[in-house]
C-alpha cells in the first residue's frame, strides 16, 4: 500500500510547479515552449512576544512563450493552516479543488489552480498570495519547476529576535542556485537563493521521489529538539487513546488464537493490515490528528495515524503495551528527526508494541506483509515513540534483503521447438506484497490470467496449465505453481537444437537511458532471486556448447549462471542479490554495462547436437 497521508501532504504545499503536476493540463510541447523568465517568491516570517506568529508567502512568476502561443498550469497547494489569500493571471480564472490521487480513495489535499494564456514573445505575470497560520508547517520551500527558469530568486525574511533561533539551510542546491544571507540594519536576517537558467525539473524514470532530489530550502528552529517536536506531534493525540466494547472483543478474539505476546501484537497488525481501508486525510490538523480506534474500526477504513491507533488500543486491551511511532519512509524522506527536527523529517506513523526484551514495529497499512515482516519503506529509519511525556528515539532494525526475492524451480524437457515442464515459483518479502496488490486489483476471473504471465515470464508467447496458486498473506511467501509450455525456446535448425533457457528471468534488470538525463537512478527496494533448472536431453543428443559462467561482483549486483551437464540432464543454477540501490547519473553507464552482461548471459543459447553428428 502506498502512503501519502500525514505530513507528506502538508508538505506539498510548498511545491512551486514541480514535474509531477504536469497531467493538469501542460504538453511535453509546453514544456519545451514555455518558460520561466522571472519568479521571485517570497517569505516573510512574523513575529509576537519572541515566537513565530504566522508566515506571510509572496509568489510572482513571469511566463513568456518562445515559439508559439501556449499555455502555463500554475498550481498552489492549501489546507485548513495554509491559506490562499489571492491568486491572479491576466486571462486566468483561478480554480479550487480537491487534489485526488488514484493511490487513495480520500484525500484531503487541496489545489488552487489557473491555465494561463501565454502570448509568443509575451510576458505574463501571475501571483500567488498565501498565509501559514500555522507556522511549524513552513519548514521547507521546494525551488524546482517543471518550466525552465531563466531567472528565479526565493527570498526568506527572518525577523531580528527570531535570527538565532530560525534557520535557512540548502538541501541538493545545483550549481546554478546560490544561497545567500544578509544581516539587515533592524537585526533581520534575509536569506536569498539565486538561481540562473534552471532547466524544468522532470520526471525521469527509476528516479528517487522528488522529495529525495528536487533542490529546496529546509527552515529549521520552529523546534528546538526532538522532544519540542514530540511535544507538538503529542498535543494531536489527546483525546484519541480510547477503546471501547467491540476494541475488546475484536481483541480477545484474535489473542485467543495466539500463542506468545508476538504473535498476538502481529497477528492484531495483520487483521488491521487487511480489514482497514487505506484512506489519506491531509488537511488541516487532521494531518496530525489520528482518529480513535472505535471510528476507524466503525468505518473499517482510515490512514496510517487511525490504523496505527486502532492497532495500538487493540494491544493495549489485551494488556500489551502499544504506542505510536512518528518515522519517514525510506525513498521520500531524506531526513532525520535528531538532524532536522521539523515536520519535513516525517511522513508516517505506525504502531509499536513494546515487549520485555524488544520493541515490535508494526504497520497497519501494508495490507500484502507477512507477520514479523518489516517492509523496505521503513527499514533502518529513526523513529520517535510514544513514552508518555518523554519520548523515545529509536531505530526500526534493517533486517536487509534475506527475505525479499523469488525462487525459481523448473523441471524441461523439449518438445519439438518448445520446452515444456513444470514451474515452480515462490515469492518473498516485497516480492510476494507487489504479487499480491497486483491480485488485489486485479478482478477475480482474471487473477489467472496474472499468474500465467508471472509463470510465462520474460516469454512473450507460452502457456501455463494446470495452475496452482498457495496465497495465504498470513504467511511468508506465496507459491505460483503449473506446466508451462515456452514457445520456441527450443528451435531444431538442420540437426542441432538451439535450446533458450534464459535464466536470469528478473523484471529489473533494465538498462537505464542516459540521454539528457539529470537525476539518478534508483530502485525503491533490493531482493536475493535464485533459479534453478533442470532440462532432458533428448535421447540421441548431446551437449555441444554451454554459454560460459557468468559472476558479476559490481557496486550493484552480485550475479552467478553456472551450468553441469549430468546423466543426461542439464542444470542450471542462477543467482542474483542486488547491493546499492542507487546509481548517480555518471555512475548510470557503469551499473548499464553490468546489466548488459547479465542479459547478454541470460541470453545465450545452449547448443545441442547429435551424437553422432
Not at 502561443?69 to 489569500?85: E, L, M
Not at 543454477?573 to 540501490?581: D, G, N, Q, R, V
Amino acid at each position: 500500500m502506498i502512503r501519502f497521508d500525514g505530513l507528506r501532504g502538508v508538505l506539498a504545499v510548498f511545491a512551486v510547479v514541480a514535474g509531477w503536476l504536469v497531467g493538469l493540463g501542460s504538453t511535453t510541447d509546453t514544456q519545451e515552449n514555455v518558460v520561466i523568465d522571472e519568479a521571485l517568491n517570497t517569505y516573510i516570517i512574523s513575529e509576537k512576544n519572541g515566537e513565530i506568529a504566522y508566515v506571510k508567502s509572496i509568489e510572482e512568476t513571469v511566463f513568456t512563450s518562445l515559439r508559439k502561443d501556449d499555455y502555463a498550469d500554475a498550481v498552489a497547494f492549501y489546507n485548513d493552516n495554509i491559506s490562499i489569500d489571492k491568486a491572479t493571471a491576466p486571462g486566468a480564472k483561478p480554480y479550487y479543488r480537491s487534489w485526488q490521487s488514484s493511490d487513495v480513495f480520500y484525500d484531503g489535499s487541496r489545489i488552487c489552480y489557473m491555465h494561463v494564456p501565454v502570448k509568443k514573445d509575451k510576458k505574463v505575470k501571475v501571483a500567488f498570495q498565501q498565509t501559514y497560520k500555522a507556522p511549524e508547517h513552513f519548514c521547507q520551500v521546494n525551488l524546482a519547476s517543471s518550466y525552465p527558469i531563466a531567472q528565479g530568486k526565493t527570498i526568506i525574511k527572518v525577523p531580528a529576535k527570531l535570527a538565532e533561533k530560525i534557520k535557512v539551510d540548502p538541501y541538493c542546491l545545483p550549481d546554478n542556485i546560490v544561497l545567500t544571507h544578509e544581516k539587515l540594519p533592524d537585526g533581520a536576517i534575509e536569506y536569498t537563493a539565486t538561481a540562473i537558467n534552471l532547466p524544468a525539473f522532470k520526471y525521469e524514470k527509476g528516479a528517487p521521489s522528488s522529495s529525495m532530489i528536487a533542490p529546496q530550502l529546509i527552515v529549521t528552529g520552529m523546534f528546538r529538539n526532538v522532544q519540542e517536536l514530540y511535544d507538538h506531534f503529542r498535543k494531536y493525540t489527546e483525546g484519541s487513546d480510547i477503546g471501547g466494547p467491540e476494541i475488546d472483543k475484536l481483541a480477545s478474539g484474535i489473542a485467543a488464537k495466539a500463542s506468545s505476546p508476538q504473535g498476538i501484537a502481529d497477528s492484531i497488525a495483520s487483521w488491521v493490515r487487511r480489514n482497514i481501508r487505506y484512506r489519506a486525510i491531509e488537511h488541516g490538523e487532521y494531518a496530525f490528528r489520528p482518529e480513535t480506534a472505535p471510528d476507524v474500526l466503525k468505518n473499517r477504513a482510515g490512514d496510517c495515524k487511525g490504523s496505527a491507533n486502532l492497532i495500538k488500543a487493540l494491544l493495549k486491551s489485551v494488556g500489551l503495551d502499544g504506542r505510536l511511532v512518528w518515522t519517514g519512509t525510506n525513498g521520500d524522506i531524506p531526513f532525520e528527526w535528531e538532524k532536522v527536527p521539523a515536520l519535513c523529517s516525517g511522513n508516517h506513523v505506525i504502531a509499536a508494541c513494546v515487549l520485555p526484551d524488544t520493541t515490535l514495529f508494526l504497520d497497519g497499512t501494508t495490507t500484502w506483509t507477512a507477520p514479523g515482516y518489516i517492509p523496505p519503506s521503513i527499514r533502518g529509519r529513526q523513529v520517535i515513540i510514544e513514552n508518555g511525556e518523554d519520548c523515545i528515539i529509536e531505530r526500526v532494525p534493517d533486517t536487509g534483503i534475506k527475505e525479499d526475492g523469488e525462487h525459481i524451480n523448473a523441471v524441461y524437457s523439449i518438445d519439438g521447438n518448445d520446452l515444456a515442464g513444470e514451474l515452480y515459483i515462490q515469492l518473498q518479502g516485497i516480492k510476494k506484497s507487489v504479487f499480491l496488490e497486483a491480485s488485489a486489483n486485479t478482478e477475480p476471473r482474471n487473477r489467472e490470467v496474472l499468474a500465467k504471465k508471472i509463470l510465462n515470464y520474460p516469454r512473450k508467447s507460452g502457456e501455463a496449465t494446470e495452475i496452482d496458486m498457495q496465497c495465504n498473506p498470513a504467511q511468508k511467501k506465496i507459491i505460483i505453481s503449473g506446466k508451462v509450455v515456452e514457445k520456441n525456446a527450443a528451435k531444431k535448425i538442420g540437426e542441432k537444437i538451439y535450446l533458450d533457457l534464459q535464466p536470469l528471468r528478473d523484471a529489473m534488470l533494465e538498462q537505464v537511458d542516459t540521454g539528457g538525463r539529470q537525476h539518478p537512478y534508483t530502485l525503491q527496494s533490493g531482493y536475493k532471486n535464485s533459479y534453478k533448472y533442470l532440462v532432458k536431453i533428448p535421447e540421441g543428443y548431446q551437449v555441444e556448447a554451454i554459454p560460459a559462467p557468468l559472476e558479476i561482483e559490481d557496486d550493484w549486483f552480485d550475479a552467478t549462471i553456472v551450468y553441469e551437464e549430468n546423466d543426461g540432464v542439464l542444470e542450471c543454477i542462477a543467482k542474483i542479490e542486488t547491493k546499492a540501490l542507487e546509481a548517480d547519473v555518471s555512475e548510470i553507464e557503469n551499473r548499464n554495462a553490468g546489466v548488459k552482461a547479465m542479459r547478454r548471459a541470460s541470453d545465450t543459447q545452449i547448443i545441442l547436437k547429435p551424437i553422432d553428428l
